[in-house]
């Protein structure tokens, strides 16, 4: 190399190294703007369906709007951002209404598939005694790291994105609510896509990515068994950040909705912590320096996945939780995590197995197992542990507006 050259180049890459500083620098501003406000006592938490979600969800479009991003039909109509949704769950015996607003951006680059990148928006409120871990009178719940922080990596990826020369694909950004009330506002998204959910090349979930542990720098990338894919790039990607990984693609955040329609899916998670669903889950406890790193590392993801056309979707094996170790038996079913009624609901029966062989079918809701009345998981988890190989024993179930007998044989 000549030495003009060698010299050319020390400076573009001093060039590049200030406009790299620049960007990060930018993104952590961004970063503590979004969750600043987000997680604010103003908002009092951003329950779904209360004017506070409203509030948080027009916050959302206007970030959208000045980043030049549109809504799903390619304009900047305010309302064609918000997709409404609306649930009727029965919670504890008791009918109950759910409803609010998902927020959709979309980057139409006429592309034939489509990356989906969301984080929930809605928080607990003002307490909520069903999800909240706190005890004492109503106070903001204000979800700093839950989950207004994914929310802020999400929109900063959002221009990075429209910024990028990634164009191979269509975005479509989502902020979902109802998640805390039971994966409401994805599980509506999935029903009423925006795009074609066969034309969904793979979805990333950012829910809890504001606590990097400034010791560990760990960031758990969960569900990369959906698509072969994700383990041939992952090793290839530069990061300070710890990466920890898990296979499958159910988790207790919105892309388990999106797993469940077979599309491919990544959660990325910073931990958990003691302020977890409580009020002192606060702004000023948010690792500015380890969202940088998430947003680059899921940019950094983004690339490598760029030319790689659609990835095939595979299930993972540990979507039982019924098939963990802690069980000497298992039902073969794979329940509904979005479920928020009285019972276990099953989404799928796995042939040749109790459930298939019983004569229970997808959709049927398991009321109790031997004596054991089952309410949600927790309770179906504690009724399938008493049973040993062999052992039979009935099963409740209600299907439709019938509630059946079965017998069952582990
Ligand atoms: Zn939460």
Not at 103 to 110: G, K, L, S, Y
Request: aromatic fraction near 8%; hydrophobic fraction near 40%.
């Amino acid at each position: 190399m000549k030495l003009t050259n060698i010299f050319r180049n020390t400076i573009l890459l001093f060039a590049l190294a200030i406009s790299l500083q620049i960007a990060v620098a930018q993104t952590a501003g961004n970063l503590k703007q979004h969750i600043s406000y987000l997680a604010s006592d103003t908002l009092h938490g951003r329950a779904t369906g209360t004017p506070d979600e409203e509030r948080a969800a027009n916050y959302i479009i206007e970030t959208f709007k000045k980043a030049g991003i549109p809504n799903a039909d390619g304009k900047f109509g305010a309302e064609k951002y918000i997709q409404h949704f609306s649930y009727d769950p029965i919670v504890d015996s008791v009918k109950t209404h759910v409803s609010g607003n998902n927020v959709v951006a979309f980057i139409d680059n006429h592309a034939a598939n489509t990356i989906v990148i969301g984080a929930h928006y809605d928080h607990l409120g003002m307490g909520d005694p069903k999800h909240s871990t706190y005890v004492g009178p109503p106070a903001v719940h204000h979800g700093a790291d839950d989950n207004a922080s994914g929310v802020a990596a999400m929109l900063d990826l959002a221009c990075l994105i429209k910024a990028s020369e990634y164009k191979s694909n269509n975005y479509v950004f989502i902020a979902f609510s109802g998640e805390e009330l039971g994966l409401y506002g994805s599980k509506w998204f999935v029903q009423h896509p925006t795009v074609a959910l066969d034309k969904i090349d793979y979805m990333i979930n950012l829910d809890m990515v504001g606590r990097v542990d400034s010791n560990t720098h760990t960031l758990t990338v969960n569900g990369i068994g959906t698509s072969p894919t994700f383990k041939e790039v992952l090793d290839k990607i530069k990061t300070p950040l710890h990466i920890k990984t898990t296979e499958s693609g159910l988790g207790p955040s919105d892309h388990t909705s999106f797993y469940l329609q077979n599309v491919p899916v990544v959660f990325l998670f910073s931990g958990q912590h003691k302020d977890y669903h409580k009020p002192s889950d606060t702004e000023d406890k948010i690792n500015y320096a380890g969202m940088v790193d998430v947003v680059n590392y899921t940019m950094s993801l983004i690339a490598e996945l760029n030319d790689k056309g659609k990835l095939a979707f595979t299930k993972t094996k540990d979507d039982n939780v019924d098939s963990a170790p802690k069980f000497k038996v298992t039902l073969g079913v794979i329940p509904d995590y979005t479920f928020d009624g009285e019972g276990m609901r099953i989404d799928a029966v796995k042939d040749d197995r109790p459930a298939a062989k019983a004569g229970l079918k997808s959709g049927d809701i398991v009321l109790k197992l031997g004596d054991v009345k089952v309410t949600e998981m927790g309770t179906y988890m504690k009724a399938l542990a008493q049973f040993n190989k062999g052992d039979k024993t009935k099963v409740t179930i209600k299907r439709g507006d019938d509630v059946i007998e079965k017998e069952i044989e582990f």
